[in-house]
């Protein structure tokens, strides 16, 4: 475990939780791009999956969420009319699920290295940060992309600050607690 591959992969969860979906003629396109931030957590998490199983997992979820962020990319270049916004939740939906699972195996693979140096303390408040992101991300999913449709709006803008200013305290705390499980292996 090193700082720059945990660096790779907090800048990446932090680019597939933000989602700002921009309609450019009539394909819509995700400016904080998925495919982009799932590839930076996957480089970052090659070399951390011969650390433990769960470091493996969480890398395969991000693999997976490549191609679910590519198909997703594919869905919403189309324009379907009046049945537009079904297709961008169902894209979306496709890379909730892997940004879920992607970032509980990598919260769960940095709790588990804390348990194996006996250092419990240091990722005591990781779970619920991590639930916490997780929450946020599903909500937004539910609020508005199955309800409201108008991601652009002014609340949707607001739940995506959110999002980002929770995404970031995640990152940081996981960073953190990552470099004092580097420190005590020195």
Do not use: P
């Amino acid at each position: 475990m090193n700082k720059k591959n945990i660096t790779l992969v907090v800048v990446g969860l932090l680019l597939v939780a933000a989602t700002f979906n921009v309609k450019i003629g009539t394909a819509t396109v995700d400016i904080a791009n998925n495919i982009l931030g799932f590839l930076i957590s996957a480089i970052g998490l090659f070399s951390l999956a011969g650390h433990n199983s769960l470091f493996k997992k969480a890398r395969n979820y991000a693999i997976g969420g490549i191609v679910a962020a590519i198909l997703g990319q594919i869905i919403m270049i189309k324009d379907y009319g009046d049945n537009n916004s079904y297709f961008i939740a169902i894209a979306s939906g496709m890379s909730i699920f892997f940004i879920i699972y992607f970032s509980y195996y990598f919260n769960e693979a940095i709790i588990k290295d804390a348990k194996v140096k006996e250092m419990e303390a240091a990722s005591r408040g990781l779970r619920v940060a991590w639930f916490v992101v997780a929450a946020a991300i599903f909500l937004h999913f539910m609020i508005f992309m199955t309800f409201s449709k108008d991601f652009n709006s002014v609340a949707g803008l607001i739940v995506q600050a959110v999002i980002i200013i929770v995404t970031a305290y995640y990152g940081i705390t996981a960073f953190n607690t990552c470099k004092r499980l580097i420190e005590a292996e020195i």
